[in-house]
């Protein structure tokens, strides 16, 4: 499966989408970063990303051709050039198994996320492939972005399920500054609250309380991430 990342709108969590949601559960997939100037994978840690330009279209088109499964977290800066390399090849849009579209709550965000939308839309690919992806949630999708939902069920251009969202958490800021990934704290094999009982010196022992703070906060993010994406990519 291959799929693309993308929206107009910038910091909406395409980058988190890509490098924390899609690739631990497609771990042989190939990872495209078309960026320029923000944020991509590597800057989270993530290992072997390929990072090209937007208007490189046909390379990317190459590489994709020798790869089963692919993620392409493409950049707002490098959307509209991608967009228009991609209308110089025939079926451009059909290498593409999905579009998913992280969205936020922030008015402007959204609107944006819609944008990309009919940007795709107009381009020809289906509505059961372009995903939308509730980002940043602090409870309920449907509460908390509601005009896109209710633009989905008007206008059937898209997809969207209050199933498939992502929680909003302060352990994604922690872990792109660990640069380490949610199994590499959870799955540690490190007993911190024991730790910080028996250890005398004070300074140690509240770092270990503290990683045991961070465990226990990342376990129900990647239970919401697990859940996430055996809805999105169904």
């Known amino acids: 499966m291959k799929i693309a990342v ?46 090209l330009q937007g208007k490189k279209f046909g390379e990317l088109l190459e590489a994709l051709v020798l790869e089963d499964d692919a993620i392409i977290d493409i950049g707002a800066s490098n959307i509209e050039p ?77 997809w969207i399920d209050p199933n498939a969202y992502l929680f909003e958490s302060d352990i994604y800021g922690y872990l792109a500054a660990k640069r380490i990934g949610f199994d590499q704290l959870i799955d540690d094999g490190v007993d911190y609250r024991t730790l910080a009982k028996s250890e005398s010196d004070p300074d140690k022992a509240k770092d270990f309380a503290r990683m045991y703070r961070w465990k226990k906060l990342a376990i129900p993010v990647r239970n919401n991430l697990n859940d996430a994406f055996s809805t999105l990519v169904s």
């Open 6 to 51: 993308l929206n107009y709108s910038g910091s909406v969590g395409k980058t988190v989408a890509a490098h924390y949601l899609l690739k631990p559960r497609m771990p042989n997939a190939a990872f495209f970063s078309v960026e320029t100037i923000n944020q991509s994978a590597s800057d989270l840690g993530a290992d072997q990303v390929s990072q």
């Open 82 to 158: 991608f967009f228009e390399a991609m209308s110089r090849f025939s079926d451009a849009e059909q290498e593409f198994d999905l579009y998913v579209i992280p969205v936020t709550p922030d008015q402007k965000a959204w609107q944006e996320s819609l944008k990309t939308v009919e940007a795709l839309s107009n381009i020809g690919v289906q509505p059961a492939k372009i995903r939308l992806l509730p980002n940043r949630i602090s409870s309920e999708p449907t509460g908390e972005i509601p005009a896109v939902f209710n633009y989905v069920k008007k206008t059937k251009k898209a």
